[in-house]
């Protein structure tokens, strides 16, 4: 049994226990984005530059923390369909020791733990399902004060990797709603830093999202958005640009529909 196994069991039997406490807030969506310019996909297939994607997210915060799931179903112009999804619980140590943990801009510290789990359908029927593969990640989680955000989290992680060496990961995420005019908009998005390994090389995926609340011009702010997403990743899925002979810097702009429920 890999070492994070016991901890995310832990915190498996912590959240159904914990589904009697007390929910504080809860969201959820649904998006679809479409790009042209998306590079290497998980099965090594360089003929992968269109691509839709939809989207289902989930988030809440709880006596006891916080929950972020989402799932994506990614359609490439190859052929190969793919299903990919992380849940993310986050244990408040503050919430359960009843103490205050805040010092500086940090407001909270938390057991971090996200389970990544990839399914791929192979175009070209070299095995029955595709590449399929289970990541752990456990660490410890920080939330932020920071003017003019409505949220700012910093994770940091070790990485047990079904398929790969090790490594480390650092991600932050936050969220900035602003004002144009009459016009309401959100930037939000994420850094993932992850660490070499034996057989990875670093790789930076910095994605944002800028949206327009376009349900605000008829009475129901905060439902739909339309805008674009951008993803600027330095050697995808840590392979390092070139190797096998792949162009693994992505960047890519997509159009993005979101509807909130």
């Not at 406490?21 to 590079?39: K, Q």
């Not at 997403?229 to 070139?242: A, L, M, P, S």
Request: hydrophobic fraction near 35%; charge should be negative.
């Amino acid at each position: 049994m890999k070492p994070t196994k016991p901890l995310l069991l832990l915190a498996s039997s912590l959240l159904c226990v914990a589904a009697q406490a007390e929910m504080t807030w809860s969201d959820n969506s649904l998006s679809l984005l479409y790009g042209h310019d998306y590079e290497v996909n998980y099965s090594l297939n360089t003929d992968d530059s269109e691509r839709s994607v939809v989207t289902f997210e989930h988030a809440s915060g709880h006596s006891w923390g916080d929950l972020f799931i989402f799932a994506d179903y990614l359609d490439s112009e190859d052929g190969s369909n793919e299903l990919y999804s992380e849940i993310s619980p986050r244990l408040s140590l503050g919430k359960l020791s009843g103490s205050e943990l805040a010092f500086g801009p940090v407001t909270d510290v938390l057991v971090a733990t996200t389970v990544e789990i990839g399914n791929m359908d192979d175009p070209d029927h070299l095995t029955a399902t595709g590449p399929h593969f289970t990541n752990y990640l456990t660490g410890v989680g920080f939330d932020l004060a920071v003017p003019g955000f409505s949220f700012v989290q910093a994770n940091v992680y070790h990485r047990d990797n079904d398929d790969k060496a090790s490594n480390e990961q650092l991600t932050l995420v936050w969220a900035m709603p602003f004002t144009l005019g009459d016009a309401s908009f959100v930037y939000d998005g994420f850094i993932d830093w992850t660490s070499a390994s034996e057989d990875s090389h670093p790789s930076t995926n910095f994605t944002s999202q800028l949206k327009w609340d376009a349900g605000a011009t008829w009475g129901e702010p905060k439902t739909l958005y339309a805008g674009i997403e951008y993803v600027h990743w330095n050697d995808k899925f840590g392979i390092k640009d070139g190797t096998y002979g792949v162009d693994s810097n992505e960047r890519n702009v997509n159009l993005l529909v979101k509807y909130h429920f």
